[in-house]
């Protein structure tokens, strides 16, 4: 199913200057993909942020450089128009959106209700809707939005005509820069050179704008799942199936020179692909799930990334949890009725993983998952899936023994 534009009701939209984004947070996702997508098509950026060093730098200048790094040369860009505000200026900022055709939020979980009150205070003075691109990896990030807009006066039976509340599905995967480089400019910003912008169309109160790079879908489920059962599931794998191979390797494109780790990550990722295309038939082609599968693998080989295998593998607490990318996808490929051997291989894989981080040692709290993966008895393995992955034992029977298995094996039960 192809997305579609959204609907064209008409939104008073001034034609006589530039339409204006505000953006909270000029991070990395801020900077390097949002601001770029929408200057690209025509809107000017304003950021709100708190930062002294990026407030100063785009008040002397209304431009950034942005790099695309990949392995064949790099590709220098200019980003503007782009000014900025200080997002603890309440007035300013009320000011900024009162203008603004559209906001985005990029901040991260722990600033999100902060800067979703500030647009709340925002939006009860302004005379049109404001719709607002939530670009954050948080899950549930809509439901949060709605629940402190209510708290700050708006119900949510008038939220929908004065708010759009727009989820995200974020592929953006952005280069790891030196400490010394970025010392040197404060916004420059690098990127690999992937620009989708998946949205969900059905959260816009108005026209959905028609720039490039900016994918509106409906409904937008499915391309959430297809981000974290596909892309964070086949960067997992790189990094645990990676480990289990090559535990000298620093790097997810070095892990993924070796032949055999290539494969099983490549076969993993297809398998997920499979039950998403069975999970969804109506919305994904199987070729073109394919493609996006060799596409991923394809970015994750990009060496100009500089991600390490600690890095993508590391937080075990999180992504082992039965909800999320390695045992979620898991989950998917079992219920659809596909071979799970690819899926466990990852999953048996992440419990010996002990990357080592920048102070040459495995994440405290990923050696505990694993101490925890490989000691007790049978029933303390049980009690593992229960507490730690969050396995209903009762009711996912399936999925317990498939795991169950795997665990015995590692304590050699």
């Not at 549930?140 to 439901?143: L, T």
């Not at 899936?385 to 999925?399: A, C, P, Q, S």
């Given at each position: 199913m192809k997305p579609t534009a959204g609907n064209l009701e008409n939104r008073p939209v001034?034609?006589?200057?530039?339409?204006?984004?505000v953006i909270f947070g000029a991070g990395n996702i801020g900077r390097?993909?949002?601001a770029p997508v929408f200057t690209r098509g025509g809107f000017e950026a304003v950021f709100a942020d708190v930062a002294p060093g990026i407030l100063a730098a785009l008040k002397e200048r209304n431009h950034y450089t942005l790099v695309e790094k990949t392995d064949a040369g790099d590709t220098i860009h200019q980003v503007s128009p782009v000014r900025a505000v200080d997002a603890r200026d309440a007035e300013a900022v009320a000011r900024e959106l009162d203008g603004a055709e559209i906001c985005a939020t990029c901040v991260g979980a722990g600033a999100l209700p902060i800067v979703l009150k500030s647009i709340a205070a925002a939006v009860t003075s302004r005379k049109r809707p404001l719709d607002i691109i939530l670009a954050e990896n948080l899950k549930?990030?809509?439901?949060l939005a709605k629940g402190v807009f209510e708290e700050a006066g708006i119900p949510a039976s008038e939220q929908k005509e004065r708010i759009g509340i727009i989820e995200t599905s974020i592929g953006k995967m952005v280069p790891i820069m030196p400490v010394e480089v970025a010392a040197e400019d404060p916004l420059l910003s690098w990127a690999e050179p992937f620009n989708t912008l998946i949205v969900d169309r059905d959260g816009f109160t108005g026209r959905v704008p028609e720039i490039p790079d900016f994918m509106a879908v409906s409904p937008i489920a499915p391309w959430v799942a297809r981000k974290l059962y596909i892309h964070n599931f086949g960067h997992a794998a790189a990094a645990y199936i990676g480990y289990a191979h090559k535990p000298e390797a620093l790097y997810i494109w070095e892990v993924l020179e070796n032949r055999v780790v290539a494969e099983d990550v490549e076969k993993a990722m297809q398998l997920s692909a499979a039950a998403l295309h069975r999970e969804y038939p109506g919305v994904f082609n199987a070729d073109d799930i394919k493609a996006h599968v060799a596409d991923l693998i394809f970015r994750f080989r990009n060496r100009a990334l500089g991600d390490t295998v600690y890095r993508v593998g590391r937080d075990l607490p999180r992504k082992l949890q039965r909800r999320d990318r390695v045992v979620g996808a898991l989950e998917l490929v079992r219920k659809h009725g596909l071979d799970t051997g690819a899926a466990l291989e990852v999953f048996q894989s992440a419990l010996e993983f002990q990357a080592p981080g920048p102070d040459g040692n495995p994440d405290e709290k990923d050696r505990e998952i694993v101490r925890a993966a490989h000691s007790g008895s049978a029933v303390d393995s049980?009690?593992?899936?229960?507490?730690?992955?969050?396995?209903?034992?009762?009711?996912?029977?399936?999925?317990f023994d498939l795991l169950l298995n795997v665990l015995l094996k590692a304590r050699k039960i």
């Open positions: 001034n034609k006589n200057k530039t339409p204006k984004i390097s993909f949002i549930g990030a809509a439901d049980a009690d593992f899936l229960r507490n730690v992955v969050g396995v209903d034992i009762e009711k996912e029977t399936e999925l």
